[in-house]
């Protein structure tokens, strides 16, 4: 199993950035991605999770209304559109993967990427 994020980088106060994590390896339609997020000295942060099956989204108090996640069942990719970006946000984002949003959520998932720095720059 595989997860790859991608979309990362340098942003101004107030951009945008789209986030994309490209899974293999294993039956993506049942799986559930979730996002993290890890500030240095701060703990993991869980920032949203989907549905591949169902498309049930569950977001953190700092991701609603700024993030938004999606999926394309067909690339076997879940997309993290974050809008409004502060200096707040940066961080290295990761994806995880499992059966549901109940394990990945907690940070409990099975899988994951190995992160992506966003930076945003005031």
């Known amino acids: 199993v595989q997860l790859v994020e991608s979309g990362g980088g340098l942003v101004q106060d107030g951009g945008s950035l789209r986030l994309s994590c490209t899974a293999s390896?294993?039956?993506?339609?049942?799986?559930?991605i979730g996002w993290f997020r890890q500030a240095p000295g701060k703990r993991r942060e869980e920032v949203s999770c989907?549905?591949?099956?169902?498309?049930?989204?569950e977001y953190s108090g700092s991701a609603k209304g700024r993030f938004t996640t999606s999926i394309d069942t067909a690339k076997s990719t879940v997309y993290l559109e974050m809008n409004n970006l502060k200096s707040d946000d940066s961080a290295m984002y990761y994806c995880?993967?499992?059966?549901?949003?109940?394990?990945?959520?907690?940070?409990?998932?099975?899988?994951w990427g190995r992160g992506i720095q966003v930076t945003v720059s005031s």
């Open positions: 390896g294993l039956p993506f339609g049942d799986y559930s």
């Open positions: 995880s993967a499992d059966r549901t949003c109940m394990r990945v959520f907690p940070g409990r998932g099975s899988y």
């Open positions: 989907i549905s591949a099956s169902n498309g049930w989204t």
